[in-house]
């Protein structure tokens, strides 16, 4: 059975940092993109990043770009968003998926980040 | 980027109806497209793939439709376990987008 749980959410200040977490099980995590989705509060769903199964190629939202890094380690079976500057309107509750043609098939509970003075 | 249009926002139905709900994407999308359940409280639930691929256990009153740049999710009879909010995501592009969602609410 697949599983995907999150962590490493929390309250941090705006221009703080954060590093989420994805432990995957139930398959051989090197074998599939991966990506991370976000919901703010009471809100739809938005695409944040997605990173290939060996780490080599990453795709991000425009609004992201240059604060968010996505990466994994495979032998850890773990994905990874390091989050810098962080703003207000990046309080959301962080979904990690596994990825099967683009198409998120499988996901985690999410771990919520709240960025708030 | 390519933005998906979803409408409507919202619809209220009963027990039986058939329900529609359209994504229209700002270009052409060869069909690269998802549909997700998501239930309150609960992470989003992939429904179809490819446009009209049926996921392995997802009932067989939904079902998926388009082509180029317009896009449909059936429910043919909606059942009380089919409230809750559906979105359309399109696979064309690396850069994923979803549509706004569509909430089905109880009449």
């Known amino acids: 059975e697949v599983q995907l749980v999150e962590s490493g959410g929390g309250l941090v200040q705006p221009g703080g940092s954060l590093r989420l977490s994805c432990a995957a099980s139930g398959f051989i995590f090197s074998n599939f993109w991966m990506s991370w989705v976000r919901q703010a509060p009471g809100k739809g769903l938005e695409w944040v990043a997605s990173?290939?199964?060996?780490?080599?190629?990453?795709y991000y939202v425009d609004s992201v770009t240059g604060r968010l890094t996505i990466s994994r380690d495979n032998a850890k079976n773990s994905l990874y968003l390091q989050m810098n500057s962080l703003r207000g309107e990046d309080t959301a509750l962080y979904y990690c998926?596994?990825?099967?043609?683009?198409?998120?098939?499988?996901w985690g509970r999410g771990t919520l980040v709240t960025v708030s003075s | 980027d390519i933005q998906m249009t979803q409408s409507p926002s919202s619809v209220s139905a009963s027990v039986g109806d058939r329900v529609t709900i359209t994504c229209r994407a700002s270009?052409?999308?060869?069909?690269?497209l998802a549909w997700y359940q998501q239930k309150p409280g609960k992470a989003p639930k992939l429904l179809i793939s490819a446009a009209l691929t049926l996921q392995s256990g997802v009932p067989s009153r939904f079902s998926g439709s388009g082509s180029g740049t317009d896009y449909t999710l059936t429910i043919s009879s909606l059942q009380p376990e089919d409230f809750a909010t559906y979105y359309c995501?399109?696979?064309?592009?690396?850069?994923?987008?979803f549509g706004g969602g569509t909430k089905v609410e109880v009449k």
């Open positions: 990173i290939k199964g060996d780490g080599s190629e990453t």
């Open positions: 270009q052409g999308i060869n069909g690269w």
């Open positions: 998926a596994r990825v099967i043609g683009r198409y998120l098939d499988n």
């Open positions: 995501q399109q696979a064309y592009s690396f850069l994923l987008t």
